[in-house]
């Protein structure tokens, strides 16, 4: 399977980005998604995750209310809202699919696509 992120960019702090996450490879509406962030200097991060169906997400506590994570299996792509960017949501950020196990967790994601950067000025 191969991803390919996209929509990332340079935003003020309280602005939006949509990030997009587009595979290619096998059955898309058979995986479950998630997104991660890694900052400079910093251990790869959760930021939310999607079942397969779209039936369940997860987020991390740092973007509960501000980010949402949603898919379109028709589209074989996922997606990433952000919404209330603060600096500190400043990364490169990552999709993958999951395999199995914790959502949360990023041992727990077998395929990961290239990263896009988000940039949130002050």
């Known amino acids: 399977v191969q991803l390919q992120a996209s929509g990332g960019g340079l935003v003020q702090a309280g602005g939006s980005l949509r990030l997009s996450c587009a595979a290619s490879?096998?059955?898309?509406?058979?995986?479950?998604m998630g997104w991660f962030r890694q900052a400079p200097g910093k251990e790869r991060e959760f930021v939310a995750a999607?079942?397969?169906?779209?039936?369940?997400?997860y987020y991390a506590d740092s973007v509960k209310g501000r980010f949402t994570i949603s898919r379109d299996n028709a589209k074989n792509t996922a997606y990433l809202q952000m919404n209330s960017l603060k600096p500190g949501d400043t990364a490169v950020y990552y999709c993958?699919?999951?395999?199995?196990?914790?959502?949360?967790?990023?041992?727990?994601?077998?395929?990961w696509g290239q990263g896009t950067q988000v940039t949130v000025s002050s």
């Open positions: 999607i079942s397969w169906s779209g039936g369940s997400t």
């Open positions: 490879g096998r059955t898309f509406s058979s995986y479950d």
């Open positions: 993958g699919v999951r395999s199995g196990g914790d959502p949360g967790s990023r041992w727990s994601y077998s395929y």
